[in-house]
């Protein structure tokens, strides 16, 4: 069982930063992918990034290449999101997940097994 908890969601206006936060438990986080994932209002969950077990592949939704980093501090059980030059239609309900037993991430939501509960992001034009 792993349990995910995001942070670091709120308002920002457009051209801002944010860094969201998943902090994982269990003494395997350092074993397995991990993926960010968004849900905007009547629009179906898509995913964003996602990292590998090591931290050293990593892979983004088009939209966000060149503004959003993903990474994570597995000594912290943590995987980031530093989201850069925010626009409003990155406005949604961002979600992190875990893809335990699976060293590599994937695009495909149904491939990871545990979710958070959603950190709001809202921005503003």
């Known amino acids: 069982q792993v349990q995910l908890v995001e942070s670091g969601g709120g308002l920002v206006q457009a051209g801002g930063s944010l860094r969201l936060s998943c902090a994982a438990s269990?003494?395997?986080?350092?074993?397995?992918?991990m993926g960010w994932f968004r849900q905007a209002p009547g629009k179906e969950r898509e995913f964003v990034a996602t990292?590998?077990?090591?931290?050293?592949?990593?892979y983004y939704k088009d939209s966000v290449k060149g503004r959003f980093t993903i990474s994570r501090d597995n000594a912290k059980n943590t995987v980031y999101l530093q989201m850069n030059s925010l626009r409003p239609e990155d406005t949604a309900l961002y979600y992190c997940?875990?893809?335990?037993?699976?060293?590599?991430?994937?695009?495909?939501?149904?491939?990871?097994?545990?979710w958070g509960q959603g950190t709001q992001v809202t921005v503003s034009s």
């Open positions: 997940a875990a893809r335990p037993g699976n060293l590599y991430g994937s695009s495909w939501s149904a491939e990871y097994k545990y």
């Open positions: 269990g003494r395997t986080f350092s074993s397995y992918a």
């Open positions: 990292i590998s077990w090591s931290g050293d592949n990593t």
